[in-house]
């Protein structure tokens, strides 16, 4: 192992230990197509140099295998992630709303929850609310209204994010994911709808993209 500025050359993989001076958060490790063990050495890089680890859609054995080298990785198995804090101290940060359209979407929702949560910020989560039944948004919107930033998770035609907005003052990440029909052509449908949303104040990240819509709350909320 090999230490350059800036980041640790593992040879196979080059671990980049200086984003979290530049951004605000340690290198997140997407694991698919990545070996076990060399998920295991990367995920070693970043804890010996005291950084946060943040592994992005992580099957279940692949997490049993770490676990045994990093007694405590925790795992959320709906949001395939797994995660461990160095400092695991009470956040501060203002509110992150994570709000999903249907229970099918709640994967997506858990894996943006889950990131803001590490990230540092505090989370309220209103699942299973979509447009089909308006008057569930409606019950929590009060609380709603007082988050600092909202993610809205969303399939099917993905109406979901355009009418948060409409009530709302905090800036909303639009979520779309490959729920749905085929028509909705595995999520491109809610994507355009989200892109051509009315409501100023939406912004849209890729189609299931839990971690980047997180990710982004959390450059806001800080």
């Known amino acids: 192992m090999v230490l350059n500025p800036g980041f640790c050359d593992l040879g196979f993989a080059k671990v980049d230990v200086s984003r979290r001076a530049r951004r605000g958060f340690s290198e997140a490790v997407y694991c698919p197509g990545k070996t076990k063990e060399g998920i295991k050495e990367i995920s070693r890089a970043l804890l010996k140099d005291k950084q946060d680890l943040l592994l992005t859609r992580l099957d279940k054995?692949?997490?049993?295998?770490?676990?045994?080298?990093?007694?405590?990785?925790?795992?959320?198995?709906?949001?395939?992630?797994?995660?461990?804090?160095?400092?695991?101290?009470?956040?501060?940060?203002?509110?992150v709303a994570v709000i999903s359209a249907g229970t099918a979407d709640m994967p997506v929702a858990e894996e943006a929850a889950t990131t803001c949560e590490v990230m540092g910020s505090r989370v309220?989560?209103?699942?299973?609310?979509?447009?089909?039944?308006?008057?569930?948004?409606?019950?929590?919107?009060?609380?709603?209204?007082?988050?600092?930033?909202i993610i809205v998770v969303a399939g099917m035609e993905g109406a979901l994010a355009s009418l948060i907005s409409g009530l709302v003052a905090s800036p909303v990440i639009a979520v779309p994911t490959s729920c749905g029909y085929g028509a909705s052509f595995g999520g491109l449908a809610a994507l355009l709808t989200m892109l051509n949303s009315c409501s100023p104040g939406v912004t849209v990240v890729n189609i299931d993209n839990g971690f980047g819509a997180g990710y982004f709350a959390s450059l806001i909320n800080k």
């Open 61 to 95: 054995p692949t997490f049993a295998y770490l676990k045994r080298s990093f007694p405590r990785l925790k795992y959320n198995p709906s949001a395939k992630l797994g995660y461990l804090k160095q400092k695991d101290k009470t956040t501060k940060r203002g509110l």
């Open 124 to 149: 309220a989560k209103f699942y299973d609310v979509g447009v089909a039944g308006v008057h569930r948004v409606l019950k929590n919107i009060e609380t709603i209204r007082k988050a600092k930033v």
